[in-house]
């Protein structure tokens, strides 16, 4: 196995229930796959840059046998892609099929393919990475499928230190004097968006004025001591030391415990809902359309919640999620709930917020440095 290359990884909110670095990461070693009803046991699988990828797992060959899959996307969902291809190798269309991985900063992932850079299957954290590729490398009907295109949710939660050392029970606790905040840039991360729009919207969601929303976010900018280039490096300077509360999506925090780190993390009474979108590219080969199927199934919805994310198919069985803050009930009901689509869709949002010089969210990061 060569070494992993590292370069560029209406207003209201309702109740939503349901029943190391900034550099690009290529493939490493598979996590475990699980499927809707009996988690499948994996062995360790390779991969190499260049688009060498995952060996198959069975001698005989399946009807996209030889081809290789390139996956762009952002770098948070890098060990549930790594447990979803394990999995597919296993079935009749992955038998024979070798996958590559880049995985970086949403925005900058989405830029690179926008570039040129190969790739069959792109999974970032927001969808104007994906429209950014609309025509010219994505089809505009991307979205058309019963999830509009997507293919895992999250919420935004707070980490904090072991044993929760600064007592954070929710946003309010974030702007109190001497409290360092990690967050990541929203200039290249997707992860970034979802967390500031969080913290803005907690203030709407208590009643809250939008002049007092952005006074919150003036005072919440103070507070931050990092701001990473992507999510997945946000965590990883967390977990080095710095800071005393992470923002992160839920499946990062439940993601990062799986792997043995010391943290907690608190799911305030407000969050954002996290939606992530995936899509194949105009290029795509036969593989890369019957593993978008595959994340899509039982089995592939059931293999991201093993990972801590939630799936969008609600039908699924989810079963125990080791790292959750309550393993047989993983993903609990956020009593106030804000969505994209309360306020006004990406478009609006990102006019409004990360405008360059005149968004809400940019005018605050200048003023406070």
């Known amino acids: 196995m060569k070494p992993t290359r590292l370069g560029s990884s209406g207003r209201g909110a309702g109740p939503w229930t349901w029943g190391p670095t900034a550099g690009r990461m290529r493939r490493g070693v598979p996590l475990i796959a699980a499927g809707a009803a009996v988690a499948l046991a994996v062995a360790a699988c390779g991969g190499s840059s260049g ?3 995952s060996a198959a797992a069975s001698s005989t060959p399946g009807p996209n046998a030889g081809q290789t899959v390139a996956i762009v996307g952002y770098s948070v969902p890098k060990p549930a892609y790594d447990a979803l291809e394990v999995a597919f190798l296993k079935t009749d269309a ?4 070798k996958f590559s991985e880049t995985f970086g900063a949403s925005g900058t992932e989405s830029k690179a393919v926008a570039a040129g850079q190969k790739a069959d299957f792109v999974a970032f954290s927001l969808d104007p990475d994906v429209t950014r590729l609309v025509p010219k490398f994505v089809d505009a009907s991307w979205n058309s499928d019963a999830n509009k295109g997507q293919i895992s949710d999250s919420v935004v939660v707070i980490a904090v230190r072991k044993g929760n050392p600064l007592h ?8 109190k004097p001497g409290v360092k905040i990690v967050t990541p840039d929203p200039a290249s991360s997707g992860s970034a968006k979802w967390n500031i729009l969080a913290a803005y919207e907690h203030i709407i969601a208590e009643g809250g004025t939008d002049a007092d929303a952005q006074a919150y976010l003036t005072s919440f900018f103070k507070n ?3 701001k990473p280039s992507s999510g997945a490096e946000a965590t990883t300077t967390f977990t080095a030391g710095t800071g005393d509360v992470l923002i992160s999506y839920e499946n ?3 993601g990062a415990r799986q792997k043995g780190t010391s943290l907690d993390y608190v799911v305030p009474k407000e969050s954002f809902l996290i939606e ?5 590219t105009l290029t795509a080969n036969s593989a890369a359309k019957a ?3 595959f994340a899509r199934s039982d089995a592939g919805q059931a293999i991201f919640a093993s990972k801590g994310f939630r799936p969008v198919d609600k039908n699924v069985t989810v079963g125990t999620v080791q790292g959750a803050n309550d393993p047989s009930k993983p993903f609990p009901t956020v009593a106030k709930l804000t969505t994209i689509k309360d306020l006004g869709g990406w478009t609006k949002v990102n006019k409004d917020f990360f405008g360059a010089d005149t968004g809400i969210v940019t005018k605050i990061e200048n003023a406070t440095g």
């Open 224 to 226: 931050v001591v990092s």
């Open 276 to 280: 992530n979108p995936v899509a194949v």
């Open 291 to 293: 593993f978008l199927d």
């Open 51 to 53: 688009g060498g990828g």
């Open 168 to 175: 954070i029970t929710g946003w309010d606790d974030l702007i």
């Open 252 to 254: 990062e925090a439940i």
């Open 94 to 97: 992955g038998k024979g099929v």
